[in-house]
């Protein structure tokens, strides 16, 4: 079968969490960054953010999203530069070019998928922008587009401020947006012999999840069902974190049945009543039963009470930090893995559904432009062409 080979114009996170997705089913993924300009540092942004790990231009943020591509920067304000591109585009045989800039700069760089897919008609071209192309200027970043969508409005507690997530989600959603569609388009191509152009949004991305609060307006809801709820399930109840004697635990009670177990239990047998029978009649009790339930695991470690739970099928757990979630028995083995210069292992999240072909090491990220002449050569470029492109800013 042949390597699928992926040109990706990335940086910060969105897009390269995607290509991150290829690079473990074993595609090329090379990455490509700007050439030096003014006096910022070259590259993309995210190589100089958070703890220096092997060298200044990898650090930390940046390890896991970036390993196991290859790195090259090229000029694309230059014509030069955009000539080098269709030119690798055509002689590596890529598959799919992708990029995650503003789409006003499509064509100023060369980098629109009319331009490339004249190049290479069956290319497949993937854009991650902040709201499409109809919306060419808008700059893309998550909290933004959190606070956009209704994501931090339905975050945090019921009293307090709307509140970003703690993970950078539409980031990752987008990602993945254009991990399914290339794929998708990929079979498409092998029916039809085209390539096409696919344009994630992050703000439609991040909507497509609204689903279980953006449908209820038409019916008339009332705003506690589409705003802050803490830690609660805004409809199954009970659903919340509650104290233990030496920490906390969450409980989610789903269904009337799993309340008949929860309620069979000694241990929460004073929490049951005749009204909170149903989940409609646990609504109208909500408040009562969350304090009526607090009342019940405050009394007992942790482990007593999930070990009730666990007896009754009622799904539960402490609430575990990072550290803690690394070493958890299901996903310990399961952790991505890449090795600094130095030797040392870096753990890393897991692939998100196991696969036979999943490489569970995964090479360390490259320098910036570490692989240029290597990549240039590949594409019929001499040294001397090579030399007089760099010594002409076009590549670095």
Known sequence: MKRRTILSLEQALSLPSATLRFAQLGWRVIRIEATPSGGGLPGDPNRYIGTRIADDDRRSYFIAPNVGKEAIALNLKDDRG????????????????CC????SRYKGLGIDYETLAAEKPDLIWAGISAMGPDYPNAPGYDPVIQAMCGYMETTGDAKGPPMVMGLPVIDLKAGDEV??????????RNETGRGKAIHVSMLQAAASWLITVLPLVDFGCDTSEITRAGNEHRKFIPTNVYPARDGFIYMAIGSDVQWKRLTELPRFAPVANQVRRT????HKEREAIHRDM???TIRATADEVLADLQAATIPATKIFDIRQVRELPQLREKLTRTQMPDGKVIHMQPAAVDRAAFAREMPFPRKYG?????VL???GYSARDYERLASAGVVA
């Open 82 to 97: 955009q000539a080098v591109l269709r030119r690798l585009i055509k002689a590596l045989d890529a598959d799919v070019f």
């Open 100 to 103: 995650n800039t503003v789409p």
């Open 179 to 188: 991990y399914a569609n290339v794929l998708l388009a990929l079979l498409e």
């Open 279 to 282: 989940n409609e009649g646990r």
């Open 294 to 296: 607090a009342s019940v």
């Open 370 to 374: 570490e692989d240029t002449p290597r």
């Open 377 to 379: 050569a590949e594409a």
